[in-house]
Every structure is written in structure tokens, then in C-alpha cells.
């Protein structure tokens, strides 16, 4: 059974950096595409961001909102997915949640962790 | 806003269907099956109910369909069921993957 686990969340700083991980089980993480995907409270879905598995060079792609600020990454021998978020605003508070990719889908998601960024 | 149109809010009664569309998807061009849906109850992570436009995940019900028309998608629920009521969202890539603004679907 496919199992993501977000943590890391908290409160943050206007200005400051957070770290969020995604710990994974239950299927063969060095071969999954990998997503985040975040909700701020009261709003909808917004597409954070993707990254590759290791044939396709790790490669990541952003939506234009985080693009410069957050950084997707990935340990596969840990299994665990990483957001690092920089210049962190109050528009990035939300749910992140983190998600398997599957033909251009989130298929498999996490519960989530809440950042909040507040002075 | 967001380059995916969804209305606000449907509704519907129990065993009726309900249409939900999604519109804005690519026609064409390699993106152009890259549709899929989410349901999601208050206080819980969404869930994944149709991909590739028309295709089931394990486990979902054939309640839920995919189709799509041109730059529109839609998904149908069909036999509307209490546990129905939900947020539904519909995912695509116009240049860049992106989410449609959210439906309500309320079962009355």
C-alpha cells in the first residue's frame, strides 16, 4: 500500500525558509515522478511543482508562483521527498501536500502539512 | 484565476447525475489527454477519480466518467449518493500544469 507522509510543517517568518519533507513506503520511490501541491485555507488546489525520477535526470519543473524561491528534491535512498521554500510570503500559507505522478496526474497523495507564514 | 473554468457549484438529487465541466483543457497536441479529477471532502486530502481524461484509478466507482469536447472536460457522476458531496477539481497542462478553481457538488 503507497503511504506519504508530509512533515516539517510550522509557522514561519515573512522572509524566512522552511523545509518540508515527504516520507515514502509501499511502492518503489527511486522510479516515481513526484509532486507538490498546496492549499491555502479556504481556497483551492494549486500545482507547486515536480520532479523526475533518476533515467530522467532528476529533472524538476515549477508553477511560475514558487519559480526562484522553492527548490524540489529528492533522496531516493531514504525514500523521502523534499520542498525547500525560500522568501517565504503570506501567500505561500497552505496545506502542502505531497503526491505520486502518474500520466500527468497526482495520483497517490499524503494528508499534508500546514505552513503558515506570520510575523 | 485560473486558466481552467469550472463553475462554482452543482447540485443534485440522490440517483440523479450531475455534470461538471472543466473548461480551458488542451485540443490538441501531445497535452491533450492529460486530464484528470479530484474529489475532496472538508478536512481531508483530495483524491484521484479520473485520469487520462476517461480513465479509472483502482478502486473508483464507473459512477464517475470522464469525457472531454474540444477545450472542454467533463466529469459525470452518475447515481448521486450522499457521499457525493464534495469538492471537485479538474487538472490539466496549458502551459504549465495547472488546477481549475474547484465545484461544490452538493447532494439535495
Known amino acids: 500500500e503507497v503511504n506519504l507522509m508530509e512533515s516539517g510543517g510550522g509557522l514561519v517568518k515573512p522572509g524566512g525558509s522552511l523545509r518540508v519533507s515527504c516520507a515514502a513506503s509501499g511502492f518503489t520511490f527511486s522510479a516515481a515522478w513526484m509532486t507538490w501541491v498546496r492549499q491555502a485555507p479556504g481556497k483551492g488546489l494549486e500545482w507547486v511543482g515536480r520532479?523526475?525520477?533518476?533515467?530522467?535526470?532528476?529533472?524538476?519543473e515549477y508553477a511560475a508562483a514558487v519559480q526562484g524561491r522553492f527548490i524540489i528534491s529528492r533522496d531516493d535512498s531514504q525514500n523521502t521527498l523534499y520542498l525547500q521554500m525560500d522568501s517565504l510570503t503570506a501567500a505561500d500559507t497552505a496545506v502542502y501536500y505531497c503526491a505520486t505522478w502518474k500520466s500527468g496526474s497526482a495520483d497517490n497523495w499524503g494528508r499534508g502539512t500546514l505552513v503558515t507564514v506570520s510575523s | 484565476q485560473s486558466a481552467l473554468t469550472q463553475p462554482r457549484s452543482v447540485s443534485g438529487s440522490l440517483g440523479q447525475s450531475v455534470t461538471i465541466s472543466c473548461t480551458g483543457v488542451s485540443s490538441d497536441g501531445g497535452s491533450y489527454k492529460y486530464v484528470s479529477w479530484y474529489q475532496q471532502h472538508p478536512g481531508r486530502a483530495p483524491k484521484l477519480i479520473i485520469y487520462d481524461v476517461n480513465q479509472w484509478p483502482s478502486g473508483v466507482p464507473d459512477r464517475f466518467s470522464g469525457s472531454q469536447s474540444g477545450s472542454t472536460a467533463y466529469l459525470t457522476i452518475s447515481g448521486l449518493q450522499a457521499e457525493d458531496e464534495a469538492d471537485y477539481y479538474c487538472?490539466?497542462?496549458?502551459?504549465?500544469?495547472?488546477f481549475g478553481g474547484g465545484t461544490k457538488v452538493a447532494v439535495v
Open positions: 520532479i523526475k525520477d533518476k533515467n530522467e535526470g532528476w529533472s524538476t
Open positions: 487538472f490539466s497542462y496549458v502551459s504549465t500544469w495547472v
